[in-house]
Antibody, heavy 118, light 106 residues
Framework: QVQLHESGPGLVKPSETLSLTCTVSGGSISTYYWSWIRQTPGKGLEYLGYIYFTGNSYYNPSLRGRVTISLDTPKNQFSLKVTSVTAADTAIYFC????????????WGHGTLVTVSS | DIQMTQSPSSVSASVGDRVTITCRASQDIGIRLAWYQQTPGEAPKLLIYPAFTLQHGVPSRFSGSASGTGFTLTISSLQPEDSATYFCQQATDFPLTFGGGTRVEI
């Protein structure tokens, strides 16, 4: 059974960079599409983007170029960076696996709360 | 972006009740719609994809249907373990988008 686990700081200062890592167990990261999604009370669930094992990636234009997703194949991990954060980036961040030939998510992490505050 | 409008935002029902949740897409997405169940502190769980295909291990009291750009998730006989938030997601076009969620309370 594939499992995903998010990790990283729970508190980030405004204007700094939010960094999270997702560790994948029970399956290889060298296939499928690996995504980040966040959830806020006001905006609900927001898709941030994905990375494929080839390095191909997509980012939601709503984040205006502030998002980067990268892959660490030897560690079976992928990571998220969001630059120049503001309070609006306070959210529960989920990592998820997206199907190869379709656009739904078959496995998710539990999510991790990141608060942006000084 | 494709907008997903989900209703109601919350519903309170009793064990054994039939519960229906609706999701409407702002444009044609065919049957490429997923339903998820989210309980606090747990990983969201894929219930249905595409619009009416139950995932392996999901109880048969859950069902999905589609009509045009409208989609429905039905719980035929509500159980205590079904207390959760349910949300839909369109799987047609990027950026992938989600409904606002429906909180089901027992």
């Amino acid at each position: 059974q594939v499992q995903l686990h998010e990790s990283g700081p729970g508190l980030v200062k405004p204007s700094e960079t939010l960094s999270l890592t997702c560790t994948v167990s029970g399956g290889s990261i060298s296939t499928y599409y690996w995504s980040w999604i966040r959830q806020t009370p006001g905006k609900g669930l927001e898709y941030l983007g994905y990375i494929y094992f080839t390095g191909n990636s997509y980012y939601n234009p709503s984040l205006r170029g502030r998002v980067t997703i990268s892959l660490d194949t030897p560690k079976n991990q992928f990571s998220l960076k969001v630059t120049s954060v503001t309070a609006a980036d306070t959210a529960i961040y989920f990592c998820a696996r997206r199907a190869v030939n379709d656009y739904y998510f078959d496995f998710w992490g539990h999510g991790t709360l990141v608060t942006v505050s000084s | 972006d494709i907008q997903m409008t989900q209703s109601p935002s919350s519903v309170s029902a009793s064990v054994g009740d039939r519960v229906t949740i609706t999701c409407r897409a702002s444009q044609d997405i065919g049957i490429r719609l997923a339903w998820y169940q989210q309980t606090p502190g747990e990983a969201p769980k894929l219930l249905i994809y595409p619009a009416f295909t139950l995932q392996h291990g999901v109880p048969s009291r859950f069902s999905g249907s589609a009509s045009g750009t409208g989609f429905t998730l039905t719980i035929s006989s509500l159980q205590p373990e079904d207390s959760a938030t349910y949300f839909c997601q369109q799987a047609t076009d990027f950026p992938l988008t989600f409904g606002g969620g429906t909180r089901v309370e027992i």
